[in-house]
């Protein structure tokens, strides 16, 4: 019989959804070639990955356990490395016990799993705007409907947050099924939520009946200030749905990321993930733990902040510097990222391309924004780049405005 | 102000979702007491992983690329990982190029993801009943709604499948979303697919526009008879959705699995994964990699097939030995299982009962099947245990009846 071509197009259609991929990821893969000065991605500093204490780390692990470490495990993951989480966070204010965490492929499969155990779909979900790419990627494929909310230098608007909620209530309308925000060093702005308005967003989140999803990968990359406490760590904080990673302080490679939250929510999230991948890598599980067994990842991370503060202090003086007059700027206190705004009348996205005839690369701030908005707008990483590449980067970018 | 406990219960209604754990990994948690001979887990031999091999090549990786194996990676994998995949599928029939190969975070990844592209929420999608449980869940989070196909000694009887599919079509209603099939020693009743039905299968599959995923993580391991030739490699299996692992081959515990499929599904997973996990694991891809550039894995599959035959054989010689008249078994030639069939009038579920009283575990029939149905069957798992512990745990088994 006559084999006809498949129609994968029909098959598509009849699926009705619409996949839609990242921009940054699609540009990032374009600026790859050799001279291009990246602030795009959010990578870290490769050569600051502590890569002989994991040789030695997951050396000792195949040594010692190695059955244990390549056999299935756990779908809660690892019981030791789940205690030392809940140890460190202790220290931080964040109190929980191992059976609180569940350890993730990542803080994006985080994300994605709440998506599925915390909204049906076409729900609405609260947002930063300008927000995590990755997280409004990972809702929209559970169907929900990311509402941006507006931010200033002091983080979300929480007055505005509890408007929009009261008016949804006076509507006769069920509450959103979750707000997510990137408290601390915010990607892509930088900035970072003030205590008071912490307070107040956990009262209106209680008040309103919605799950507030902490992400928080960068709380540790702090440069100048005082520590802020954890949504999770303050009063009225115990039922915030904390993620962390071992990405930004160790190495994103490894794929471990950790969810704490109340018990409700961890015995879902964990038959989710059974259905996702039964398990996250155990030779890695074991391998960061060794890690911060035999080494002292507290040092290693002030080790990256001296060298990622130099970085931020470099990327400001040459914006000061180079950048013209009716440019502003975010100053983080930490974390890995700026946000630009430029003159009225520039589009960043056709900046961007001139950008990249000049071999240097950022992203535009549309990709952030959920409905529109950002077109003035653009994202700058600092910790991939020495001090030395981020003069001649922004030097190339002030040239392409 | 009082703080009230959040009641998850009232969000979780709200989501409209029900999410099902697996009675299965529920129940091996139960088993893991000491002294429990358990042939409910579908867990390879440890003491057959290539541990020193292992041991050497991820030592290797980290010396000599380890800011790469530890920094983030393409959503795709690492190239040279999937060269080495599609040149090792080529050899066994199935003509691929590297960028029609996927890594996933385990095979189970890819079914998580072909369940959000490839259907609509609330499609039919076909399984085989008794069927892959693990599939199930990953397809029921994306509110498909599995029609279980029944099977016959040589797997799927085709026939009822184009039955099935006339009749939804002469009701003018659109093809279910897929076709899912373990074809090879299938889990859990441990039948292959026969070769005519294969080629009736890829037939009835072009007439009715309905995509085929063939789940292959057992064929390696073969104890008897010819390779069945995988479907993708059939002529008319161009457009199969073929996924593989290395779980059962090399370990499961590095979760490292892959899709090969056309160019427009590639794409769609792509997009999908870097919503749930941006990648795989990138230490743990070049780990397997370099573990096959060093050594010789088909000698290695050789080693793992002289040991589970060795166990196969014990399993049916203790079950012709040891259970009563009227209880009938598979004879699988590869692959993990045996399918059980008890003398009419005994339930499955109550002999659990009594059997882990004496000490022996499995999995009752029920949990393979979609609309009830497997009361009378159980799922013997004969590659994690030794002969001794096989003959010891069917005697105890027989006690049970």
Known sequence: MARTAFSWTEV????????RGSEIREMLSVTERPGVISFGGGLPAPELFPIAGLRAAFD????????????????????????????????????????????????????????????????????????????????RAFEL????????????????????????RSLGAPPPAF????????????????????LELLDCATAFGVPVI???????????????????????????????TFSKVLAPGLRLGWVVAPRPVIDRLVIAKQGADLHTDGLAQRGALRFCLDNDLDAHVIRLREVYRERRDAMLDALRECLPDGTTWTE????????????????????LKRAL?????????????VNGGGERSLRLNFTNSTPERIWEGIGRLARSL
């Open 332 to 351: 983080p206190a930490g974390g890995m990222f700026t946000w630009v705004t430029l003159p009225a009348g520039l589009d960043s996205r056709d900046v």
């Open 60 to 139: 000792a692990v195949l040594r010692e356990d190695g059955a244990g470490a390549l056999q299935y495990g756990p779908t809660t993951g690892h019981r030791p490395l789940r205690e030392l989480i809940a140890q460190r966070l202790g220290r931080r204010g964040i109190e929980c016990s191992p059976d609180d965490v569940l350890i993730t492929t990542g803080s994006q499969q985080a994300l994605d799993l709440l998506g599925r155990v915390l909204a049906a779909p076409h729900s609405p979900v609260l947002v930063e705007s300008p927000g995590y790419v990755g997280a409004l990627q990972a809702f």
């Open 179 to 198: 707000l997510y925000t990137v408290a601390t060093y915010q990607n892509p702005s930088g900035v970072t939520l003030s205590p008071d308005r912490r």
């Open 145 to 168: 409907e990311p509402v941006g909310l507006p931010m200033d230098a002091d983080g979300l608007i929480v007055d505005g947050v509890a408007r929009w909620l009261d008016g949804r």
């Open 214 to 244: 902490e992400d928080d990968p960068y709380s540790e990359l702090r440069y100048d200030g005082p520590p802020t406490p954890s949504l999770r760590a303050l009063p009225g904080g115990e039922d915030v749905i904390y993620l962390g």
């Open 12 to 19: 598509f259609e009849r699926t009705g959804r619409s996949l």
């Open 357 to 369: 005839a000049n071999d240097v690369a950022f992203v535009p701030g549309t990709a952030f924004h």
